[in-house]
């Protein structure tokens, strides 16, 4: 079950933020920014603070400038956890909100963009959202995946992976610990046909890919690190 970590330093929402727009996409509202006309698209996946989190709309804007089409959906269905809300603790809200559904409402995204003439889609998930991209991986709806700081995500999880895929860990995670992601990494090895990159980040601690505080220098140099780790996988595995 999710812990502290899963929760700390939340974002100030902002429905306004980032250069992308908003509009609905296989039955959900998304933030979309990006070329209109390109053939590659790239799917992000938040964690339980949704799609409205400025430092994720700032990275989608990022993903979209080396040319993805790029598509953050809300996945949470505009109720994305309120930590202030003493009588919804984490536990109950993920009640409301198991990936296991995140998973059925992607699909409908994946062909909404297949209609529109994607032809490659790859997907990041953070925490929450990584357990959605690897079951994503394990039927092949995607032709890459990036799981960052992964919550709930197995051994077996990664043994049913279908498609190349990249694992970014932090030092300090009580969700995917080092140990853990090192055993992620010994499964892939274990494939050779699957393609791998697994790296874990000294001195930062669970989310900070996009719950980083930005007066803390070396957890905003890691997370921009991880961001161009990430980018690297999206463009050798889609261009």
Not at 60 to 77: H, I, M, S
Not at 188 to 200: G, S
Request: net charge negative; hydrophobic share 40%.
């Amino acid at each position: 079950m999710a812990g502290k970590q899963c929760c700390e330093n939340p974002p100030t929402l902002d429905s306004s933020s980032g250069v992308g727009h908003v509009k609905e996409l296989g039955g959900l509202n998304c933030y979309i920014t990006g070329p209109a006309d390109s053939k590659l698209s790239v799917i992000l996946i938040a964690d339980v603070y949704g799609y409205e989190a400025p430092n994720l709309r700032k990275l989608a804007d990022k993903v979209a400038e080396a040319g993805f089409y790029t598509v953050v959906p809300d996945f949470l269905r505009g109720d994305p956890f309120v930590p202030e809300n003493a009588d919804r603790a984490i536990f109950v809200w993920f009640k409301d909100h198991g990936t296991d559904q995140g998973f059925e409402d992607a699909k409908p995204v994946i062909e909404a963009l297949k209609s529109n003439g994607i032809t490659k889609i790859a997907a990041a998930g953070f925490c929450w959202g990584a357990k959605v991209v690897v079951e994503l991986a394990k039927y092949a709806y995607i032709q890459a995946g990036v799981l960052l700081h992964p919550s709930f995500v197995t051994v077996e999880d990664i043994q049913g992976v279908k498609v190349p895929l990249s694992i970014l860990g932090a030092e300090t995670d009580h969700m995917s610990p080092p140990e853990l992601v090192k055993q992620f990494e010994t499964t892939l090895n274990a494939k050779p046909e699957i393609n791998c990159f697994v790296k874990i980040f000294p001195g930062v601690t669970h989310g900070w890919t996009v719950r980083y505080k930005e007066d803390d220098e070396h957890s905003v140099k890691s997370a921009v690190e991880a961001h161009s780790d990430m980018l690297d996988w999206f463009t050798k595995h889609l261009k």
